[in-house]
């Protein structure tokens, strides 16, 4: 048993060939706790250098345009005091100024642009960084943290909405940031270079400001993180209901989950509300403070003027560089609630990167032996599970011999598996060791043990790929020959399935694809684990699904393959064993009994005797020699059965039962071929993403019917309008103001004149502050009430579709629940951001535009010409940005989509040791996303630099045209200052607008995508019906007539011509190979699909004209693979019922010999479980999934393999349940099966192959 030590390897964290699979601790519990963090200055450093130079160069814009604008203002003072030689010579220094203004516009439009993209650019870095941060540090975390973050699934929705809100704060946010700070050192400099004290004045009342923002961001913070949680929740429903669609409408517990989402929606609006409220109250502040500055700023400066210590022209230029400074100050207070929201962010994703636990994959100091023997050891084992209390083990200890095959046998619940899970290190030892070849596996590396072990468990996961990438899963780094491929699927017996699939080995599965049964899947599982052939392989209950015929072939052919390396099989199906395997029994979490089959039997007091005797007892039958023949119809490795079998098999059973085998209400005969078995996958059926978004009027009327308060909408509109009203009349008089500071008569300029403007100003100002607030508090709760209707309609829609939506590429739950709760805040902004922009400009553009014709039309004229440039740009941009927000949020849902496929599939990913598998996937989604946010970048870009580009033309255009009309003498100063204050005004609403276009398109593609949700016509299968038959004599309780069905997106029939019919009180069975049909007639039974042709009838009745919850009431049923949601026992087992008593609920857990173990439990009924807990074994999980449909004492049950993982004991008392309790108290039962002993109580039983009757 000893190894050489100095062969042995030890790890460090430093080990090269590992680097790509390894999260290290350092990179995720960083000291470091800002938006930063994520940054790599060796890979980033020349975005950031150009990014950076190119802000410093665009805050230096403002300034000179100040300088140049008091220029422009001196130079026409000059020109006044007969400075000028002549009327040329001072419009060429106007015109070589205003010349001058267009190449800062030229200068600032080049710098923008790289600013914008390099920090975007910055940005898609970061969050491609984050998001394959987090993915690493899910994939490696440990699967007691996966177990304890029961939330995990709502989170992963807000989280990938933090990494947006991450990434705005280090890309745009971080731009227009550096640029504001280095632009308000410019102009403080400017502004004190031309006067100190006029600057003072102006910016007295800056710290009232800084007080302000400090204040709202905190109280934002609050909200937003309040905001983040209830919509985590809400996600989390969400998913809940598209990942298992079944359970919740065999519940009938749709109400139940829609009133859930509305309270947890309703959470987070009124969270989302407090912000919206703060975040007004901040802006609205901020510019009644920048606005006032108007005030005190020009008395001043006419003050000194008239006393002849400061010029015009510097006064306006300290003016401008003081107004532009709060200006800027107002807009990075904006980026302040940004950055914070950025943090708010950071804490959320941090939560999960820095969560206290072992990496999986962690390998300091850690062993790599040069080879795996296969020599298993457990040494006075003990051990607890870290959600629940209690030994599930309790001084374990066997010697498992390298090379050898071994049965771990034991109920349900006895320890099997968890053996298993500590000796892959998904959890260790409470107590005691666990030894491979000798070394202690707490010391042996995480990669070598998963490369050496296989561990196959009674559920895998498979992925939306096709069959040959499923398999082959278990491949790794080897190269696989077809031959050798083949192979492995002879041996799991399903050749004939793959090559009778049009698209074979090639055919997709999952989302889009073909559904497996459960036996079919579990063959797949054994053909990856096969493929790996590693030196131990565990089989945890893995053909449980199968048939007795199957399981015997293939664990035949699994000995043979795995002769000389050690095999373990977790069982408790004893029939398989034979007399010379060893076998390791197990009860309570202790080894009981060692020693061959053999030996075992021998021992009359042996409990492992006592269990195979009682299994044996349950399969004989007085028919014994005709029996076999009808078990043995699932025999054949090919799944080829000839006619006359089937003749045979149907005279056995016609002659013991007195009656055919199934009954055909027409009289039709059975098909000799098969020829007709469809198996052409349908593609046209398959819908992709639309390319081409809906247009914002088209979004507007058809969720028009969604917008609630409209007359709240009214008022905000009408507000806009008053609050764009005030900008021309504020500009009127703001050039009333200015041009008070050149005084040309005794009243102009004059301190009344001055006292008359700035109370008007100050009555503007407050006006323009209120309907500001007011407009944003009216629009903003519309859109807040608007979303919170739009989600929970479209979670109603999705709650009354049938199981064929849930199979389309597109409904996966990670995309659903990112667009409802996500994406659907983007839509915000239609209401809350569009429409204020869009009628405040409107209002600007054209009552500043009439406003200023009226007092002088020349001037005029040549502004509005400006403005068609400024529409088309616009349109153009909007267009160019649609396409590349639609691609970029496209991306998104994909790389979101994968990572909550790997997080689903966490243990099947660590079994198979798959990380570099899926990291590798996931790297081609963020590299494929970063590309599209390299367009985005550009587009976004281009679209802000050409905004300003243009404002500074047209202000060129406008200065420098009246300018030539004053020196001509055909307008006054004052009515150029007030042409162009008007014009300038109503050109910065147009501005605006561009600046909105980014989160516009975002808004068009949620409103696309929402529709198509909002779109949906509630299904047949959900709503159609309204009648509730009751039972008659002579009447079948069930009844099918040549009925037919084929699964969505794939034409292969399912069902063919079948009819039968059930009487009240009949236990029916339902045999037949995997994936012949069985479970198909079980979800018809049960109203889940409707059939394509045909009719089934429940007492005498069409189900299609029955009422639904009624039915559902009447009819229940019990899935093969159990489904419980993240939540207690009690209310797992209650769900979708009210007033059930815990008395009733451990009468039911006692039938199904759960009793004992619920109350063992510390926290009993109250335990936790979920998708991925260790508190109940598979076994467990069906007698609870059984008790769940007792509960509901339904008038027909219908079991889909409910003894599966269930040892012989528990197969008898479930037996005796059906054959005593149900069948002696009126229920009727339907049990698809396989098993020998359920088949042996059946009244009557049916056999199906590929989708047909076989008789």
């Not at 106007?94 to 030229?106: Q, T």
């Not at 990075?332 to 994959?361: D, G, H, M, T, W």
């Amino acid at each position: 048993m000893e190894t050489k030590r100095d062969e042995v390897v030890v790890l460090s964290l430093n080990t090269s060939d590992r680097e790509d699979l390894r999260i290290k601790v350092e990179n995720v519990t960083l000291v470091s706790k800002n938006i930063y963090m994520f940054m790599e200055l060796k890979n980033d450093w020349f975005l950031l250098f150009l990014g950076t130079f190119s802000s410093i160069v665009l805050a230096a814009a403002p300034s000179g345009m100040t300088v140049l604008m008091g220029l422009i203002f001196t130079q026409l003072q000059n020109y006044f005091k007969g400075e000028y030689s002549s009327l040329g010579a001072y419009l060429a220094d106007a015109r070589l100024s205003c010349f001058s203004l267009v190449l800062i516009g030229l200068g600032s439009f080049i710098f923008s642009f790289f600013s914008f993209a390099c920090y975007m650019q910055l940005g898609e870095r970061q969050q491609s960084r984050v998001r394959r941060r987090i993915f690493e540090s899910l994939l490696f975390n440990s699967i007691p943290w996966h177990e304890a973050n029961k939330e995990l699934n709502g989170e992963l929705v807000q989280i990938n909405r933090c990494i947006e809100e991450l990434r705005v704060g280090v890309s745009i946010c971080t731009g227009l940031a550096i640029q504001g700070i280095l632009s308000v050192v410019a102009l403080l400099i400017t502004s004190f270079v031309y006067s100190w004290s006029l600057t003072f004045v102006i910016i007295s009342t800056l710290p009232v400001m800084f007080v302000v923002v400090m204040f709202m961001s905190r109280k934002l913070a609050k909200y937003t993180t309040n905001e983040n949680d209830e919509s985590s929740y809400a996600a989390k429903i969400v998913d809940w209901v598209v990942r298992s669609p079944i359970i919740p409408r065999m519940c009938n517990a749709q109400t139940i989950e829609y009133e859930k989402f509305k309270d947890r929606a309703s959470r987070s609006k009124n969270a989302s509300m407090k912000a919206l409220v703060a975040n007004s109250l901040n802006l609205g502040a901020l510019k009644f403070l920048t606005l006032m500055m108007f005030v005190q700023g020009f008395w001043y400066g006419s003050t000194m003027v008239r006393n002849g210590k400061l010029s015009a022209g510097d006064v306006v230029t300290c003016f401008g560089s003081s107004l532009m400074l709060a200006q800027t100050i107002s807009g990075l207070s904006e980026q302040i609630i940004v950055f914070q929201e950025a943090i708010v962010a950071l804490n959320k994703v941090l939560a999960v990167l820095s969560k206290p636990c072992r990496s999986f994959n962690s390998t300091e100091g850690l062993i790599v032996p040069p080879y795996c023997r296969g020599e298993i050891s457990f040494r006075n084992v003990s051990f607890e599970y870290p959600t629940r209390r209690g030994r599930v083990l309790d001084e374990v200890s066997v010697e498992i011999p390298a090379g050898k095959h071994f049965f771990v046998v034991g109920k349900s619940g006895s320890g099997k598996s968890t053996l298993s899970s500590l000796l892959v290190k998904f959890y260790s030892a409470s107590q005691g060791k666990v030894f491979v070849d000798g070394y202690d596996v707490e010391r042996l590396s995480d990669d070598w043990l998963t490369k050496n072990i296989t561990l196959v468990q009674q559920s895998s996961s498979f992925f939306n790929d096709t069959i040959k990438a499923n398999i082959l899963l278990g491949a790794g780094n080897k190269q696989l020959s077809e031959k050798d491929l083949r192979n492995v699927i002879d041996t799991v017996l399903l050749s004939q399935f793959i090559d009778e699939l049009p698209a074979g080995l090639d055919t997709v599965m999952m989302y889009q694809g073909i559904s497996l049964s459960g036996g079919q899947e579990q063959r797949l599982a054994i053909a990856r684990a096969l493929i790996r052939d590693t030196p131990i392989l565990i089989l945890d209950e893995c053909v449980s699904a199968l048939d007795e015929s199957f399981k015997s072939i293939i664990l035949t052919s699994i000995k043979e393959w795995r002769q000389g390396k050690t095999t373990i099989f977790m069982e408790h199906d004893y029939q398989q064993i034979q007399n010379d395997d060893e076998v390791i029994f197990m009860e309570n979490g202790e080894v009981k009994e060692t020693g061959t089959k053999d030996q075992l039997l021998k021992n009359p007091d042996s409990k492992f005797s006592h269990l195979v005797q009682i299994q044996q007892n349950m399969i004989k039958d007085i028919f014994s020699d005709e029996y076999e023949l009808f078990i043995g119809l699932e025999t054949n490795p090919s799944d080829r059965i000839s006619n006359a079998y089937f003749n045979r098999v149907t005279r056995v059973f016609s002659n013991f039962f007195g009656q055919p085998v199934g009954h055909n209400a027409e009289n039709n005969p059975i098909e000799k071929k098969r020829d007709s078995w469809d198996t052409t996958v349908e593609t046209a059926a398959i819908k992709e993403r639309p390319q081409n978004l809906m247009s914002i009027i088209q979004i507007f009327r058809l969720m028009n019917r969604y917008l609630c308060h409209k007359s709240l909408i009214v008022v905000g509109i009408v507000l806009a309008v008053f609050n764009g009203s005030c900008n021309p009349i504020f500009s009127w008089c703001f050039a009333k103001l200015l041009a008070g500071i050149v005084p040309v008569d005794s009243y102009v300029g004059s301190a009344r004149y001055l006292l008359k403007w700035a109370l008007l100003v100050i009555l503007v100002i407050s006006i323009d502050t209120l309907t500001l607030i007011t407009k944003k508090i009216a629009l903003g709760y519309a859109s807040e009430r608007w979303i919170y209707l739009i989600r929970t309609k479209a979670l109603n829609k999705l709650l009354l579709q049938d199981m064929n939506w849930f199979s389309n590429k597109l409904n996966k739950p990670a995309e659903i629940s990112a667009l409802l709760m996500n994406d659907s805040r983007d839509l915000k902004t239609l209401v809350s951001s569009l429409l204020e922009v869009v009628f405040t400009g409107i209002v600007v553009l054209t009552l500043g535009s009439v406003w200023s014709i009226v007092i002088g039309w020349k001037l005029s004229l040549v502004a509005i010409s400006v403005v068609p440039l400024f529409l088309l740009s616009a349109a153009l941009y909007a267009r160019l940005l649609e396409t590349a927000e639609n691609g970029y949020k496209n991306e998104v849902a994909l790389t979101e989509n994968q990572l909550h496929e790997t997080i689903t599939g966490i243990k099947t990913i660590r079994c198979l040791k798959l990380e570099s598998h899926f990291i590798s996937k996931f790297s081609e989604k963020v590299e494929a996303l970063q590309c599209e946010g390299t367009s985005r970048a550009i587009y976004i870009g281009f679209g802000n630099a050409l905004s300003l580009f243009l404002v500074y033309v047209a202000q060129a255009v406008i200065l420098y045209y009246g300018m030539k009309l004053v020196s001509e003498e055909q307008y006054t100063v004052s009515q150029l200052m007030e042409v162009m204050s008007l014009m300038i005004f109503a050109l910065m609403g147009v501005s605006d607008l561009m600046q909105q276009i980014p989160d516009i398109s975002r808004g068009q593609r949620a409103g696309t995508y929402l529709i198509r949700l909002l779109g949906l016509k509630s299904s047949p299968v959900e709503v159609k019906g309204n009648l509730k038959p009751q039972c008659r004599s002579l009447v079948p309780v069930i009844e099918f007539v040549a009925v037919d069905f084929q699964y969505p997106h794939v034409s292969a029939t399912a069902l063919n011509n079948i009819s039968f019919r059930v009487s009240q009180g009949e236990v029916l069975g339902i045999v037949g190979p995997s994936g012949s049909g069985k479970s198909t007639i079980a979800m018809l039974i049960n109203r889940l699909f409707f059939a394509k042709k045909g009719c089934i009838r429940y007492n005498g009745v069409n189900i299609k004209d029955i009422e639904v919850p009624w039915f559902r009431e009447q009819v229940t049923l019990i899935q093969q693979k159990p489904t419980f949601f993240d939540g207690t026992i009690r209310e797992n087992l209650a769900y979708g019922m009210e007033g059930v008593s815990d008395r009733l609920i451990l009468r039911a857990l006692k039938v199904t010999m759960m009793d004992d173990y619920i109350r063992s439990l510390p926290e009993g009924l109250d335990t936790y479980i979920g998708s991925l807990n260790s508190v109940i074994s598979g076994g467990q999980s069906q007698r609870l999934s059984i008790a769940r449909a007792i509960l509901r004492e339904p008038k027909v049950i219908v079991m889909d393999e409910p003894t599966s993982s269930l040892d012989p004991e528990n197969t008898e008392g479930i037996k005796d349940l059906v054959d005593k309790q149900l069948r002696v108290n009126g229920y009727t039962v339907i049990i698809v099966t396989h098993s020998q002993e359920l088949i042996r109580i059946c009244d009557r039983v049916l056999a199906i192959d590929h989708g047909r009757l076989v008789g």
